[in-house]
Each structure stands twice: as structure tokens, then as C-alpha cells.
């Protein structure tokens, strides 16, 4: 099983939610289980360069089945993952990328914000995750 | 002024409903002003090699603001607009893609619809509109 | 479901002895649900250029969920879907793409074979999917 | 001479042996001397992300003659070869790409494997390259 739109759609409102209730305006993208680009919202006056970046964010989670910002850990100079970014026609290893499990832990999809500090994108998108 | 997100959302609820009532699950993609990425939405089902060419109609509508099927009119063999479409890391140029005027008729964005036929996708971006 | 990799694995194993018995070494490309690869394989003395076109056309076919030939129809000069091949990174819209369908008729994935005529890379597409 | 497909698939065997033994789904690829695809095999359950990167692992190793973590070696900030990932339209640098020899020592292809840590994917490719 894969995320539903319209499951997407509650997980989208509910980041949304959650950017609005800190103030910044948020890029929220969610692809399915295949990676394959799902829902996408762009709220107003949010970053422009942020639209790629909450795909690729969400992409990155789902490639990988894990947060986007555990990669980054891994890809530093002298750590194991270096320059992973350069494969799949570009990863996001920052934080912000989240998976999106089912009831029964199985990963259905991925959600990927961007608009704030890596802090924030993280809080936003994790927030979301509890509506699905 | 741009599209808002707001406005870009009852614009899709208005293409969903059109897909719904033809009986095909559609990829649908708006862009503002800048020809930026607002929101994007694939129905269940819809076909995942549209999810790209939704977003390729509604960028190339609102890049020459004219709906995408008149570049495909103008980008034939022997035509003035001859492979248009190597620009912009690539145009889509048959119809589905529909520019986005406010009430004054200022062009304010676009939509880029993909999923059935041409005739299908023009015809539910076109209903779209409306909405706005 | 998706395809597995043993159902993949059947599946190449038929289009390489279909391939053998016409004389004619193919690159054979599946691709899962998602569109993503599940397994390839060169034949010794198959075109390089077609481990590209082989991937392609496998993902063409599950973009659509219609053989990639049925693209290329649409797609010539003049019809209603000319220059698709721009999007998706790049589409390969000649026969040799054929999607996967299981006992239920639900498509699991496709298959891209090339290597020869197009008549024989289709051939070789559509023996091998009896082997699901 | 180059690696053939039926030597391919012994390595490849032999690295689906080791990956399942030490229990963790792999990505693996395989080029030949030019450095083109001869075959790819995604286990069941293994991170899609990592198809990009097994194939990119192997081509670098077959590129430079050598195991790809030893580009990333050279490859740190301040080294050598800093930011030669960008070449090639990206290379891997980190451990999983192994040349293979033939029994005289020739360099007759690449190995690549993506879907563990890197030292499971060196420790897959590198037992893999013994039944060449």
C-alpha cells in the first residue's frame, strides 16, 4: 500500500497547520511509495528554491527509508556516505525529508518541507506525519 | 498579484471534480507569476509519467502565456517554433495547460493538467479556471 | 504487488531465450511498480546504446500503463501527443516497451527490451511476459 | 575481452549469496570493460535510492581502475581529486565498487553494490569478485 492523495492531503494540512502556528511559510511535498511525486504545496511568500528542495528532501527519505537529515549525517567530508548527493539526480541530506509509516510500520511514502531553518522544516514535517 | 495557495487549491478541487465526473484520474500542477511551482495533486491511479508533464504544460503555458496546445501548433515539423521544446529543460507543448487570468485579465499563473487524452486534459483545466 | 526480483529474474530468463532463438542479442530492462529498476542484462554482442533505450522503454510503458509503441503513435508529427519524449528525463516511444500485468490484471511493472528491429525487440517483450 | 552476461550473473549470484547471508538487500551492478551495463539486480526490499548509486559505484571503479572508495580517499576537501564526483554525470566515491580481474589480472569490468553500510557493500562486491 501506498499513501492515498487523500491521505497526502491530511498530512499536508496538518504541516501547514504547524508552519503557520511558528510563523513560516512553508514548501510541503510528499511522494508515494514508488518516490514518485505525490501532493505538493507551496504556502505564500515561501521560499522559491525551497519547491525543489522538499521534493528532493522527500525523495531522499524514501530512496533511503530513513530521515533526510541522517544521510547528511553520513555524507560529510571524511564520513562514509561523501557526496552521496551527486546520485539521483541530486539528494537533499539536510533535515526536513521524514518517512511516512502505516498502523502497522510499513513505509508507504515520504514527506519532504522546506521554508525555515533545517530545525523548523524537521519539526514541521514530523508534526505532519501524526496526522496520517 | 499571483495565484495564492488558496486560490490554487480551489482550482484543483474544481479540476478534481471535473476528472472525477469524466471518469479520469488526472495529475494536476498550478504555477504563479514567476512560473514557480504552487501546488501539484495526482490522483489515485492517475499515470506517474504525467506527474512531470503536468508540471512541464502549466510552466509552458504561463513561460509564452498562451495555452500549451498553441506552442504544439507552432512547434511542428517546418513550423516557426520547430523543437521549442529543447528549451527550458524541456516544454511540453501539446494541450492541457491553461494560463490562469484574474478578474481584470491579468495573467496570474497557470494550469498544467495530464492523464487521459488532450482533449480530456484541456478540457478539465479549461473547467478549472473557472473556479478562479 | 509489485514485480519481485525472481519474477523479474523468469521473466528475462524467457525474453533471453526468445532473443536466443530469433539470433538476435538483447538488453532487457524491468522496472517495478514504481518505475524503478528491478533488473537488467546485456547479452553478449547487444547495442550499448540500448541498455539506455532498453531502461527507457520499460519505463515508458509503466508511465502510461500502455506498450511504448502506443506512445509513439500518438506522438509523431502532427498528433496529439508530438514531443511527449521530452519529459520524464527522456521517453523512448517505439515498440520494445510492454507493461506487466499479474493473474488479476493489475500492472506490477514493465518490461523494455532493444537490441534489434523494433518488431523483434517487441517480440521478445511480449514472449517474456508470459513467463508472470 | 570483457566480462560477459553469463560471468555476470555468477558474480551476481555470489553477491545475492552474501547479501542474504549477512541479511541486507542489495543493489547490484556490473559493467564491463567500457564501462557500460551488462547487469543490475535489486533485491526484494532494497532501498531504491541505491540503484543510481550501485551502477554509479561500478562505472567509477571501471572509470579510475580501481575500488571507488579510494577516489573518495583522494577526494576529501583539500585532497587531490576534491569534488571529482562532479564528472561523468556523478560518480560514487565511497566503498562498493570493486574492478574484476580476469585470471591474469586484466581488468575486465566493475562491481558495484549499494544498499547496506559501505562496509557491507565493499564486504558484498569484494566476495562477489571470487567467482570470476
Known amino acids: 500500500m501506498s499513501v492515498t492523495l487523500d ?7 496538518a504541516a501547514k497547520a504547524k508552519a503557520t502556528e511558528i510563523g513560516v511559510p512553508m514548501n510541503i511535498a ?3 511509495e514508488g518516490a514518485n511525486l505525490v501532493s505538493f504545496h507551496r504556502m505564500d511568500n515561501a521560499w522559491l528554491g525551497s519547491v525543489d528542495i522538499a521534493i528532493k528532501k522527500a ?16 555524507s560529510q567530508p571524511g564520513g562514509p556516505l561523501y557526496n552521496i548527493e551527486h546520485s539521483n539526480g541530486g539528494l537533499i541530506s539536510f533535515p526536513g525529508g521524514v518517512v511516512l509509516k502505516d498502523a502497522s510500520g510499513k513505509i508507504v511514502g515520504a514527506i519532504g518541507v ?6 523548523q ?5 514530523s508534526a505532519a506525519t501524526a496526522a496520517l
Open 121 to 125: 522544516d524537521h519539526e514541521v514535517a
Open 30 to 32: 510528499i511522494v508515494d
Open 59 to 74: 525523495k531522499t527519505a524514501r530512496f533511503f527509508n530513513m530521515n533526510s537529515g541522517e544521510i547528511g549525517r553520513l
Open 114 to 119: 522546506s521554508g525555515g531553518s533545517v530545525g
Open 7 to 13: 491521505q497526502a492531503e491530511k498530512i499536508s494540512e
